[in-house]
């Protein structure tokens, strides 16, 4: 979904629009599955505002609905990234408590890395990973690798929330995480 400004209406994107907006929502619906797991784990009340930005979405722009119902992720946005060396960087787009995930496929070597320069660290960001980062506080960057790789960089849009009502669901904490609850 689109969306310019905070009193601005969401629109689907012209991608998911078209036919092959609704093959590539049918085709990561495991892969929904998984993120959305991941997100349940790390941040419960993060992954609950998610749906329920769904549901009040719906109600409000009822044209999105067909995008809506086809959306496999609790995320509200996702962007695709190919051959693309990262910069160090925040990202305006979420809420200081959120956690956004980035997925890596293709052929990234034994090298990359993804690198949080407030923090003094690097992970390793071979194929295949998934780091969740708190991008509007934790500058990270991703150096320069081999081409023929791709990125898959899964967040909340604090405007779209936002214009929904939703509620910040703050930071993630130990307690919200306990098994049985």
């Known amino acids: 979904m689109l ?14 629009r078209g036919e092959e907006g609704a093959l ?3 085709a990561l619906q495991v ?7 991941i997100l349940a784990v790390t941040h419960p009340a993060q992954y609950r505002a998610g749906f329920d930005a769904q549901i009040k979405m719906s109600m409000r722009a009822s044209e999105l609905r067909p995008y809506i119902s086809q959306w496999p992720f609790a995320y509200t946005a996702v962007q695709v990234m190919v051959n693309r060396l990262t910069i160090h960087h925040r990202d305006k787009t979420g809420r200081p408590g959120w956690f956004d995930l980035l997925l890596s496929f293709g052929t990234y070597g034994n090298t990359a890395v993804v690198a949080f320069r407030n923090l003094g660290a690097s992970v390793p960001y071979g ?11 934790v500058i990270h960057a991703v ?8 990125c898959y960089a899964f967040f909340m849009s604090d405007v779209a929330l936002e214009w929904l009502g939703i509620e910040d669901p ?5 307690g919200d995480r306990r098994r049985g609850e």
């Open 3 to 16: 969306q310019q400004g905070p009193d601005a209406r969401p629109v689907a994107s012209e991608v998911l």
């Open 24 to 26: 590539w929502t049918r």
């Open 31 to 37: 892969c929904g599955g998984l993120t959305d797991g």
């Open 127 to 137: 194929t295949g990973s998934a780091v969740m980062v708190n991008s509007r506080v």
């Open 143 to 150: 150096p320069e690798v081999p081409p023929d790789r791709i």
């Open 170 to 174: 703050g930071w993630s904490k130990v």
